[in-house]
């Protein structure tokens, strides 16, 4: 059994070491441009600052993208990122509720990344999230929607701000 797996194996440790020499040079993939997932160098800077969660959503009939990135102490930070340019639209702090919430799934799930297919298929918007997580359970699909709303919602709200 095992030396039927070796090829797959094989594979996926060149696909693995493909994308991190592609990373080393800049190259780019559909999500090159959400940030980091823990404390990096920026040239002549401090470390970024680590980040619980990134959210991502893109599709639609427009070309939609927008992304969210969450910091561990509940800095939330929205951007668009139509036709690949990052564009800030604003930040917001969670509420402590919010902040308990985010902290109880750290401390509880394993990290993970996953693309939700948006449940409206006539918008086929796909949702990509990053997830950072410092426990040992594996994430279940509710606990995967749940963040993705909360982050849709954040969105929502930091963007709605914007537009006032």
Not at 42 to 69: D, E, H, M, S, Y
Request: with cysteine; hydrophobic share 40%.
């Amino acid at each position: 059994m095992i030396s039927r797996n070796k090829p797959a194996l094989m594979v996926i440790g060149l696909f693995l070491a493909g994308n991190l020499l592609l990373s080393a040079c800049g190259g780019a993939t559909p999500s090159s441009s959400l940030p980091a997932t823990s404390a990096t160098l920026q040239p002549g800077g401090p470390p970024a600052p680590p980040v619980a969660f990134t959210w991502q959503r893109t599709g639609g009939i427009v070309a939609l993208c927008n992304q969210l990135i969450v910091s561990p102490e509940g800095q939330v930070t929205a951007k668009s990122c139509d036709r690949g340019a990052s564009k800030p639209i604003g930040q917001t702090q969670l509420s402590q509720k919010q902040l308990e919430l985010l902290k109880q799934w750290l401390d509880t799930f394993k990290p993970f990344e996953v693309d939700l297919p948006n449940q409206s298929v006539s918008n086929r918007l796909l949702v990509h999230i990053v997830f950072n997580g410092q426990g040992e359970s594996p994430v279940t699909l509710n606990d995967q929607l749940a963040i993705a709303n909360l982050a849709a919602r954040l969105y929502a709200h930091i963007n709605n701000q914007q537009s006032d």
